[in-house]
């Protein structure tokens, strides 16, 4: 897959992810995240990290929220471009019960926008009831 350094072609990794997180579709993952990549964040107070190929294994073990017939929500809030081949993305996504603002580094590998770190924050925990 060849694609150019642009704001659209980067949008469009943006939007593959938020169908990852939606769907959890692992086949897709790989065109999500750079195999390399690392997530950190805080939940329930303590650091969780983890490498991609465990963040992989945790969309595969769940449920989706699709499948879940959870409420989609996400955004894009930030777009930076550091150069032609590295980029930051701040975006709040939903995922099932909980809304997280990521800050989400991606680089252009081989022709193609992939995260190689996600930075995330639970911004807010929705009632399980009203999923």
Do not use: C
């Amino acid at each position: 897959m060849t694609t150019a350094a642009t704001p659209k072609s980067l949008i469009e990794a943006v939007e593959r992810y938020f169908d990852t997180m939606f769907d959890s579709d692992v086949d897709r993952f790989d065109q999500v995240f750079a195999p390399t990549a690392q997530l950190h964040g805080f939940r329930d107070g303590n650091l969780r990290v983890l490498a991609a190929a465990e963040y992989r294994k945790v969309l595969a073990a769940n449920p989706s929220p699709k499948a879940k017939d959870a409420p989609r929500h996400q955004e894009i809030l930030l777009i930076d471009f550091a150069s032609p081949s590295q980029a930051l993305v701040k975006a709040r996504v939903r995922v099932d019960a909980i809304l997280y603002l990521d800050y989400l580094a991606f680089h252009l590998i081989d022709g193609a926008w992939r995260i190689t770190a996600k930075s995330f924050h639970v911004e807010h925990r929705f009632d399980q009831k009203a999923v």
